[in-house]
Nanobody, 122 residues
Framework: VQLQASGGGLVQAGGSLRLSCVAS????????MGWYRQAPGKQRDLVAT???????NYADSVKGRFTISRDNAKNMVSLQMNSLKPEDTAVYYC?????????????????WGQGTQVTVSS
């Protein structure tokens, strides 16, 4: 199983960016998908998650500015980020809770994407 993230980049404060992440491989089912971020010298924090049924959950710091969505048919989760602030600058990681066969055993595990840099200039 692999998670491939795309998007990110450099944007001025007040601008927008869109992140996407696609899960691929021997996937039996995907539960929650989401995005986390890690700024330099800080821990990795939750940004937003969405259940398989489409119910979102957001960190207070991004409510009203970010929107998470998913396409179950494509095993994809996206994060639309509007009104970006310099404090949103971080490496963003996608995450998915996936049931997959592992060495002949069906396991439910968290998988992480490779991380994509988001930089917001003031």
């Amino acid at each position: 199983v692999q998670l491939q993230a795309s998007g990110g980049g450099l944007v001025q404060a007040g601008g927008s960016l869109r992140l996407s992440c696609v899960a691929s491989g021997s996937i039996l089912s995907i539960n929650t998908m989401g995005w986390y971020r890690q700024a330099p010298g800080k821990q990795r924090d939750l940004v937003a998650t969405v259940t398989s049924g489409g119910v979102p959950n957001y960190a207070d710091s991004v409510k009203g500015r970010f929107t998470i969505s998913r396409d179950n048919a494509k095993n994809m989760v996206s994060l639309q980020m509007n009104s970006l602030k310099p404090e949103d600058t971080a490496v963003y990681y996608c995450n998915a809770l996936i049931t997959a066969p592992t060495m002949g055993i069906t396991k439910l595990s968290h998988y992480w994407g490779q991380g994509t840099q988001v930089t917001v200039s003031s």
